[in-house]
């Protein structure tokens, strides 16, 4: 598959392209440094795209990927604590907001060897109305499930962790389609990476998880200006040049040996 790339950014198909753009102004600033959505620096890659917003996070959904761009939240040490008494109930289901030619089917990832992963998690939801947002597929990529299932579950609980000692941070998570070509799952693309972004307003400082979507891979932390270079998107375009390289110090994590959250 033929794929368009600026620098290190973001990979996206080169054909097929759905009509749509990228709002000038998003509708669900809560979940966003100063109230302000990341800019998408590819002009391709900013089409077919759709903001969907819900309880307590929010999404920019691609219709050429057929995943978020990003989910994004601002997860408060509240929202943590409630969410830690909330049994999981699975309801992974398709985004119905979405054109069929442009969202994920729950067939798309039956028998695919992938697990569906959650983005915003499913584990900082804290009530049923919220955690049961937060499973539609919009909110889904395709994860290896040993990155799912251990690595990214001990990069989820440290963010909540953080957010605990914080009082709030931002969170914004995503997908790189980082290379020259990708797989697909029925209609969609397998990420190759993925990554955590964790922004706390306390210490005007920010890090970034990152790992390549395979087993056995291990994360590196990167400053926010790290992380734009390679996925291509200004993440907190409130932020000079300089604040981006001041990296927050996050705890190491330990992989868990129970399911993502």
């Known amino acids: ?45 900013a089409a077919a795209t759709t903001e969907l917003c819900y309880g307590v996070f929010g999404v920019m959904h691609s219709g050429i990927t057929r995943t978020p761009l990003w989910s994004a939240e601002h997860l408060t040490a509240e929202n943590v604590e409630a969410a830690r008494n909330l049994s999981r109930e699975n309801s992974f289901h398709p985004e119905l907001r979405l054109p069929a030619s442009a969202r994920a089917e729950l067939s798309d990832y039956a028998r695919s060897g992938y697990d569906r992963g959650h983005m915003a998690p499913n584990g900082d939801m804290p009530d049923r109305e919220t955690q049961h947002e937060s499973f539609t597929l919009a909110n889904m990529v395709p994860q290896d499930a040993e990155v799912n299932r251990h690595i990214w579950a001990g990069i989820e609980g440290v963010v909540r962790k953080m957010a605990r000692k914080e009082g709030d941070l931002y969170v914004i998570t995503g997908p790189a389609f980082i290379g020259g070509s990708v797989q697909k799952v029925g209609n969609v693309l397998v990420p190759t990476h993925l990554y955590k972004l964790v ?43 300089a604040q981006k390289t001041v990296l927050l110090r996050v705890p190491a994590v330990r992989q868990r040996k129970t399911g993502s959250k």
């Open 1 to 45: 598959m033929h794929l368009l790339q600026r620098s290190l950014a973001v990979a996206i198909v080169a054909c097929g392209l759905l009509a749509g753009g990228l709002a000038a102004a998003g509708d669900c600033p809560a979940f966003y440094v100063d109230g302000r959505l990341p800019e998408i620096r590819n002009t391709k890659m």
């Open 199 to 241: 922004y706390s307003p306390r210490q005007h400082a920010g890090a970034a998880f990152f790992i390549e979507n395979r087993a056995d891979a291990q994360y590196e932390v990167l400053s926010i200006a790290q992380l734009e270079d390679k996925v291509g998107i200004n993440l907190l375009p409130s932020l000079t040049p």
